[in-house]
């Protein structure tokens, strides 16, 4: 593939499109999931599984693009220089949230409940640290340093000439047999997932995959971009039924896990290739939001939070009282994410190069 100029442009934007797209989407679980809490009703009721549906396990986006980010532009940089940035840029701020948010009790069930003490604090900082539990949303971050430690595993997989493929493909199905753990489970316990670790390196794994023969794989996507989008509606559809009937565990198999992993893995081919066909003219208001994905992801419930309190109190005295659960959502979406933006251009102006060693951009 060409890395002159005229086309390096164009392949960074589009997959900071995508990156753009992820955090998103990841933020909509969390805003509309929370907002759906300022009421009982039925409208409330669907809003939450349209939210679920659509949103849920969109971490997969994040997992996917790492992988495609790895193996088309990481990987000339050598393992020395991709173990260093990662612990730089992701080990560093997972650091720096984990001393911050361990100021608030995470085995009380509120939001922002401060601890009781010091010795508390430093009584809960190493099971923080070790299974991401200072903050709800950093359960990803020890996933994700498990995918960047089998990196150069997958990669020499990936190299296998006779049954590499093989090999691979096999990898990135078994989260159709992995049960993922979801967030709840892993906070009521201190254990680290090594479901979790599994279902997620299959996404990653597909990333890597794809960007092994980048041109090659848009160009199967394009192919058979009907196809794929018949199958995000059946399995999005599927989604919708099995959740309205409360179907998911089939022994020790979850039905929905399945699903939502299918579901997530068409959708980015489908996303990866709008964004390629829109070529250099990517929408400009998604670029600084992928720029600031990484710490969007560490701040935006920090706020959701802090607009779930006030929203609580502003909306109950509104006639529109059972569309507060999109209203809600859709401010503490927006809020959340430029809230989160605005913190991170203060520390980019306090620490300039250095913030991304904190906040991770």
């Keep these: 593939m060409s890395t002159s100029s005229t086309t390096k442009p164009v392949f960074l934007s589009y997959l900071h499109s995508f990156r753009g797209f992820a955090i998103i989407n990841i933020v909509a679980i969390h805003a509309i999931g929370f907002s759906t809490f300022m009421g009982k009703s039925t ?15 969109s971490t997969i986006y994040f997992a996917l693009i790492s ?18 940035s990662k612990f730089k840029y992701v080990v560093l701020p997972y650091v720096f949230f984990t001393l911050l948010y361990t100021v608030y009790d995470n085995k009380v069930y ?20 070790i299974y991401g539990k200072a903050m709800f949303v950093l359960w990803y971050i020890p996933v994700l340093l498990f995918l960047y430690m089998v990196t150069p595993l997958l990669d020499s997989i990936l190299q296998i000439k006779k049954w590499g ?13 992995v049960r993922r753990e979801e967030v709840m489970e892993l906070y009521n316990g201190d254990f680290i997932s090594f479901h979790n670790m599994i279902y997620f390196t299959g996404a990653y794994a597909t990333g890597m995959y794809l ?37 998911d565990r089939l022994g020790v198999f979850s039905i929905q896990s399945s699903l939502y992993y299918v579901q997530k893995i068409v959708m980015s081919l ?36 802090v607009f779930l309190g006030w929203l609580g109190n502003v909306t109950l005295f509104l006639p529109i009282i059972q569309y507060n659960a999109i209203l809600g959502g859709l401010f503490m979406l927006v809020g959340a994410i ?20 904190m906040i991770g951009a």
Excluded: C
């Design 67 to 84: 992988g495609l980010l790895y193996t088309a532009i990481l990987k000339k940089k050598g393992y020395p220089q991709f173990f260093k």
């Design 338 to 357: 430029a809230m989160s933006m605005l913190v991170t251009w203060l520390f980019r102006k306090l620490f300039g190069k250095y913030s991304r060693m």
């Design 43 to 57: 409208f409330n009721k669907n809003v939450s599984i349209a939210n679920e549906v659509l949103f849920h396990n």
């Design 270 to 305: 489908l996303v990866l290739l709008f964004f390629k066909s829109l070529g250099e003219k990517q929408p400009k208001w998604l670029q600084p939001i992928a720029k600031d994905a990484f710490s969007i992801y560490f701040l935006h419930i920090l706020f959701i939070g």
């Design 110 to 129: 509120d939001f922002f409940v401060y601890q009781t003490s010091f010795v508390n604090y430093l009584n809960d900082l190493p099971r923080n640290f």
């Design 211 to 247: 960007a092994n023969n980048l041109e090659k794989s848009i160009a199967w996507i394009r192919k058979n971009k009907i196809l794929l989008l018949v199958l995000a509606v059946v399995f999005t559809a599927a989604l919708v039924y099995v959740t309205l009937q409360k179907i």
């Design 165 to 177: 493929n093989w090999l691979m493909a096999i990898i990135i199905a078994l989260p159709l047999l």
